[in-house]
């Protein structure tokens, strides 16, 4: 299994920017992409960006040109760079590690990250 813990939200004025933190520890071996999500009051829980161990990355249409997902390998640690935040980033944001052979993990705790306007 592989543990999560996010960091790094808070209050943020529309337009700034901010880095969540996402340290992983447990089975590491066994990770195939670390990913971001997101909840925002009264919706589902939706993926914003995901990293694969190889590289690859993608984004929700909502966060291109705007949010860099980026991982740590040595530190274990996976990280989301919002930059230019709308009110709508408002959310709790979570952290999840997709495994091998069960697909994403358990989920951390989330950070929440409020943007005021």
């Known amino acids: 299994q592989v543990q999560v813990v996010e960091s790094g939200g808070g209050l943020v004025q529309a337009g700034g920017s901010r880095r969540l933190s996402c340290a992983a520890s447990?089975?590491?071996?066994?990770?195939?992409?670390m990913g971001w999500f997101r909840q925002a009051p009264g919706k589902k829980r939706e993926l914003v960006a995901f990293?694969?161990?190889?590289?690859?990355?993608n984004y929700a249409d909502s966060v291109k040109g705007r949010f860099t997902i980026s991982r740590d390998n040595a530190k274990n640690t996976a990280y989301l760079q919002m930059n230019s935040l709308k009110p709508e980033d408002t959310a709790v944001y979570y952290c999840?590690?997709?495994?091998?052979?069960?697909?994403?993990?358990?989920w951390g705790q989330g950070t929440q990250v409020t943007v005021s306007s």
């Open positions: 999840n590690a997709q495994l091998r052979t069960t697909g994403w993990g358990s």
């Open positions: 447990g089975s590491i071996f066994s990770i195939v992409a």
């Open positions: 990293i694969t161990s190889g590289g690859n990355i």
